[in-house]
T-cell receptor, first 111, second 123 residues
């Protein structure tokens, strides 16, 4: 079992919709939770970074962590065609070096 | 600000040929990684180096070797390329941070900085 599991999608929504992307993780030692966005033919870039539980908001994006259920979510409000990308979740916070990702969710926002 | 630089960006190989993908980072990070990305499979960890002088296997290490040449550079070698190794390869680096409230405890945060990728085709 991967340490981080992600709903694979793909997901296709109309412009303006609210998007919900989800991951689960298995290692209770994880303290840092991240969402990366990857545009076609580019490397992933960090989108949201959360330490421990709770919510973090940045513009139209909200990252949510529930450590009791080991659940990570990313919400996109008023989605735009420019949000079309692959979204990957990741978790960290251990003293060893291995970092694994969820499978990634391909999101398409159509006008 | 170069960040993580990978070379080459594109390469076509014949089955059985060997090649090395180069990666260098200028952020003074301790940890470096090689991932491969295939459609429907997401990012899969091939090898990683938690610090200079150490390397460890990831999820899919078979058919690959790595060298952590120094703190900046981490190379990935395919000794005898196979069509199954056709993929996009990403190098990344990361850093340890002090744990809030525990001054002498270091944790790997998981915040990764990626290169632009190397597209490899094996015929």
């Amino acid at each position: 079992q991967k340490e981080v599991e992600q709903d694979p999608g793909p997901l296709s929504v109309p412009e303006g919709a609210i998007v919900s992307l989800n991951c689960t993780y298995s290692n209770s030692a994880f303290q840092y939770f991240m969402w990366y966005r990857q545009y076609s033919r580019k490397g992933p870039e960090l989108l949201m970074y959360t330490y421990s539980s709770g919510n973090k908001e940045d513009g139209r994006f909200t990252a949510q962590v529930d450590k009791s259920s080991k659940y990570i979510s990313l919400f996109i409000r008023d989605s735009q065609p420019s949000d079309s990308a692959t979204y990957l979740c990741n978790a960290g916070g251990t003293s060893y070096g291995k970092l694994t990702f969820g499978q990634g969710t391909i999101l398409t926002v159509h006008p | 600000n170069a960040g993580v630089t990978q070379t080459p960006k594109f390469q076509v190989l014949k089955t059985g040929q060997s090649m090395t993908l180069q990666c260098a980072q200028d952020m003074n990070h301790n940890s470096m990684y090689w991932y491969r990305q295939d459609p429907g499979m997401g990012l899969r960890l091939i090898y990683y180096s938690a610090s200079e002088g150490t390397t460890d296997k990831g999820e899919v290490p078979n058919g690959y070797n790595v060298s952590r040449l120094n703190k900046r550079e981490f190379s990935l070698r395919l000794e005898s390329a196979a069509p199954s190794q056709t993929s996009v390869y990403f190098c990344a680096s990361s850093e340890y941070r002090e744990v809030p409230g525990l001054p002498r405890r270091q944790e790997l945060t998981g915040e990764l900085f990626f290169g632009e990728g190397s597209r490899l085709t094996v015929l």
